[in-house]
């Protein structure tokens, strides 16, 4: 069976499937785009994946405001989006948390067929030290140095994430928005 990717722009010219499945050293092993079930494979992969976190101990502890009940988070994904989340009282250690859970973030991809996909418009992160001021809590840009946050990508090349102020806004979910509380309108 030849596959093409139906789009608002047309079909694609480059095909997959049929024949050319002979030539490939493997065949794909992905979700392919436009799948049905892409979405609930999705949720069913990175779900395990977040667990496997949690369980080697990179997981935060939250109290719910309202019913008091404590839940660990590693972080949150919605359809390809994925922010990880690490959380500590020294900034150097949180950071290189991050980059031990970030790694095996992508380990974990590739043991799915996958592999991080980092487009650098949409891969960066933030090093946020919260200070009392003025009888409230500021979030401020804590400091870790020259420490450089780094993923593997698809060609197995090591690409540095950039790393925003606290104050700089970034767009998570469609809303634009900054761990300092500025949102843009």
């Known amino acids: 069976m030849v596959h093409r990717v139906r789009t608002t722009f047309g079909d694609s010219e ?18 392919l785009q436009g799948n049905a079930s892409g979405p609930a494979i999705w ?7 977040f667990d496997i976190l949690r369980q080697n101990g990179y997981s935060n502890s939250f109290c719910s405001a309202i019913s008091k009940e404590q839940f660990m988070l590693v972080g949150f994904a919605y359809v390809d989006d994925c922010d990880l989340i690490q959380s500590g009282q020294d900034p150097l250690e949180v950071a290189k948390s991050m980059q031990m859970v970030v790694q095996q973030w992508g380990d974990l991809m590739e043991v799915t067929g996958g592999a991080l996909n980092l487009d650098l418009s949409k891969s960066y992160w933030y090093m946020v030290e919260y200070v009392w001021k003025h009888g409230k809590w500021i979030a401020s840009d804590a400091d870790i140095g020259t420490f450089d946050l780094v993923a ?3 060609d197995n090349e090591f690409i540095s994430l950039t790393r925003l102020n606290c104050d700089e806004e970034s767009e998570i979910l469609g809303l634009w928005m900054s761990p300092a509380g500025k949102i843009r309108k």
């Open 43 to 49: 949720t069913l992969i990175s779900s395990l994946v």
């Open 14 to 31: 480059r095909t997959y499937g049929g024949d050319e499945f002979e030539n490939w050293l493997f065949a794909p092993q992905r979700i």
């Open 152 to 154: 593997r990508n698809a």
